[in-house]
T-cell receptor, first 114, second 113 residues
Framework: KQEVTQIPAALSVPEGENLVLNCSFT??????LQWFRQDPGKGLTSLLL?????REQTSGRLNASLDKSSGRSTLYIAASQPGDSATYLC?????????????FGEGTQLTVNP | DAEITQSPRHKITETGRQVTLACHQT?????MFWYRQDLGHGLRLIHY???????NKGEVSDGYSVSRSNTEDLPLTLESAASSQTSVYFC????????????FGEGSRLTVL
């Protein structure tokens, strides 16, 4: 059974700092990994989808890397801003027969202080 | 713009009552999912559907049911609500059967008293 772990559970940084969020998964036979953002009381917004054949995916100040062999992904946020404050979740699909069902980590709650 | 909407956004009900949470998507996605989110457990899959008339159980399906009569809708029914079903429920859809990108609704907060 796939298990996804995110460390740290919470992170507080001053504005402008570069930061890294970590995600690890137990079964490396994945097709892709998805990073989401969740604001309080809201749904999840997809940030980046990184395919298993890719090592990195970038969107603006966000960069996600994927190392399947070690079962790890990182989300790098450059020049953090107070508006980046949210919970960040990573998720992976199961084996081919499980379709697009995802297993989620519990998330990292990020606070960026002005 | 295509979207996925859930209703109601907030509901309070009593133990034993039947409750239905609606999910409607205009993405024309075949794949739809229901998750619940609880502190300490993260997001857990309740039911999912890969097309009209297709429904499947997820890891926490006891006490829940779904039906898929068209592409756009996947209502989630709690047959007899229990306090343990107090949670935030999220509907999601995906364009691909295998490893598709998931798009989420805003969630429905359910309180069972």
């Amino acid at each position: 059974k796939q298990e996804v772990t995110q460390i740290p559970a919470a992170l507080s940084v001053p504005e402008g700092e570069n930061l890294v969020l970590n995600c690890s998964f137990t079964d490396s036979a994945i097709y892709n990994l998805q990073w989401f953002r969740q604001d309080p009381g809201k749904g999840l917004t997809s940030l980046l989808l990184i395919q298993s054949s890719q090592r990195e995916q970038t969107s603006g100040r966000l960069n996600a890397s994927l190392d399947k062999s070690s079962g790890r992904s990182t989300l790098y946020i450059a020049a953090s801003q107070p508006g980046d404050s949210a919970t960040y979740l990573c998720a992976v699909p199961g084996p081919e027969t499980s379709g697009s069902r995802l297993t989620f980590g519990e998330g990292t709650q990020l606070t960026v202080n002005p | 713009d295509a979207e996925i909407t859930q209703s109601p956004r907030h509901k309070i009900t009593e133990t034993g009552r039947q409750v239905t949470l609606a999910c409607h998507q205009t993405w024309n996605h075949n794949n739809m999912f229901w998750y619940r989110q609880d502190l300490g457990h993260g997001l857990r899959l309740i039911h999912y559907s890969y097309g009209v008339h297709d429904t499947n159980k997820g890891e926490v399906s006891d006490g829940y049911s779904v039906s898929r009569s068209n592409t756009e809708d996947l209502p989630l029914t709690l047959e007899s609500a229990a306090s343990s079903q107090t949670s935030v429920y999220f509907c999601a859809s995906s364009d691909k059967f295998i490893a598709g990108e998931l798009f989420f609704g805003e969630g429905s907060r359910l309180t069972v008293l």
